[in-house]
């Protein structure tokens, strides 16, 4: 098992890596050009800039039974086709009961965006999103070594 990191604006890097480190599972951040990470506690990789290109490196390299951190509906889709654990910084678990519902109201706000409507962006992070996510991240980890 591993844990990717879809780095770009990710909120939880390094509550990800403290888990990591605390069930001896390796972390690998990725992000573009434009999020620079320089750690020496996890691998690292940085990946051209440009459209979903952190996306198809994660994908990419992702296997069974590994996590994925994102928030990217599309890019937890492809992680579950590959049998694979696609958690938010939340600590919502993507699965099959509910990705479908997620990418339709993804695509609800796209066309939204395209008619030139507005929509509010997320609340400030609050402490208690910190501690979902890493008991979600924790059981998800648990259950699956």
């Known amino acids: 098992m591993e844990i990717f990191i879809d780095a770009d604006g990710c909120p939880v890097v390094d509550l990800?890596?403290?888990?990591?480190?605390?069930y001896n599972v390796g972390?690998?951040?990725?992000?573009?050009?434009?999020?620079i990470f320089n750690?020496?506690?996890v691998k690292v990789i940085t990946v051209e800039k440009g459209a979903d290109s952190v996306d198809f490196e994660l994908v990419n390299r992702i296997h069974k039974g590994d996590i994925a951190v994102t928030q990217d509906y599309g890019l937890?889709?492809?992680c579950l086709a590959?049998?694979?654990?696609?958690?938010?910084?939340?600590g919502l678990v993507y699965n099959s009961g509910n990705i479908d519902s997620l990418l339709n109201a993804r695509a609800a706000a796209q066309?939204?965006?395209?008619?030139?409507?507005?929509?509010?962006?997320?609340k400030k992070r609050t402490p208690q999103q910190d501690a979902?996510?890493?008991?979600?991240?924790?059981k998800l980890i648990a259950d699956n070594i």
């Open 82 to 90: 590959k049998q694979a654990f696609p958690i938010n910084q939340n």
């Open 16 to 22: 990800t890596v403290k888990i990591g480190a605390e």
């Open 27 to 35: 972390v690998t951040v990725i992000c573009d050009m434009a999020h």
């Open 111 to 122: 066309k939204i965006r395209r008619g030139g409507g507005r929509l509010k962006g997320p």
């Open 132 to 138: 979902d996510f890493s008991a979600a991240l924790k």
């Open 76 to 78: 937890a889709a492809m």
């Open 39 to 41: 750690r020496t506690d």
